[in-house]
């Protein structure tokens, strides 16, 4: 894809993907126009002091106006939706506003891209969309539903796709900088020395995003092939000499963490470095995905039983300051 002729705007946009997408596509694509859209003044004004380009353009707003994203999506070639309430208990103290931001700001973006013209929207998704035990996770599966439908009644002029990955590392409301604070007083927490989870770094978020954009057909998830982690194995990372206290599993946490549940796994093939699964409407004419490897009867793509795992060493790597 040439970049350099598209107007390109991510949602959510100075927060830590939006941060790491912005400084990739500056470095590497150039677009003609990016536009950061957040509600954040402060954090805008961050951030344009590092990116102050001449085909950047900062647009304060909220995802839960309808009409602000319509004027913003004017013009604008490629969305990427990144804007979410993410954090899992503030959810489930705030429901209304979850709700208010993640699904209805996803109809709203939904709407405005058809309206406007919008070629291409990828929305971000999560783990905790699939069999969710909380309300952020909850939803997350309404607003990858809605997305992917919203391809029903585009007529072809918008199409809509979602990325779904797992634990990024480092990223706003991970656990690594909750250890890294803690590390000094010799002991961190351990909800529960069972759990795994997927992690992947920013970069690796960013290229995957860039490549779903690139490869979509409309009405796909595209789920990428990651390694797992223990969450003993980061504490040992990052506090060798820690004591690991068991304090008890939060409400609404899972031991595991899913991307690709049995019954979707019906309709996901395997595309080699990632996963694709298909929406459950047909595409107009022929399967773009066909030549994709059907999954096994009875696959589940879990944190616990993946084949690939970071050693306590890649991890220490990982999360360094």
Known sequence: MDWSNKTVLITGGTGSFGRAFVDHLQKHHPPKRLIIFSRDEMKQ????????????????????????????????????????????????????????????????VIDAAIEEGVQRVVALSTDKAVSPANLYGATKLCSDRIMIAGNGYAGGRTIFSVVRYGNVVGSRG???????????????????????????????????????????????????????????????AIGPECRQKVVGIRPGEKIHETLISQDDARSTVDLGDYFVIKPYIDWPGEDPWKHGKALEEGFCYRSDKNDDWLTVEQLTRLVQP
């Open 45 to 108: 004004y961050d951030m344009e002091q590092v990116h102050n380009e001449d085909n950047i353009r900062y647009c304060l707003g909220d995802v839960r106006e309808l009409d602000r994203l319509k004027r913003t999506f004017r013009n604008v070639d490629i969305v990427v939706h990144a804007a979410a309430l993410k954090m899992v208990l503030a959810a489930e103290y705030n429901p209304s506003e979850a709700i208010q931001t993640n699904i209805l700001g996803g109809q709203n």
């Open 174 to 236: 991970s656990v690594v900088p909750l250890f890294q604070k803690l590390k000094s007083t010799g002991e961190l927490p351990i909800t529960d020395p069972r759990m795994t989870r997927f992690w992947l770094t920013l970069d690796q978020g960013v290229h995957f995003v860039l490549n779903a954009i690139e490869a979509m057909h409309g009405g796909e998830i595209f789920v990428p092939k990651i390694p797992s982690m223990r969450v003993v194995d980061l504490a040992r």
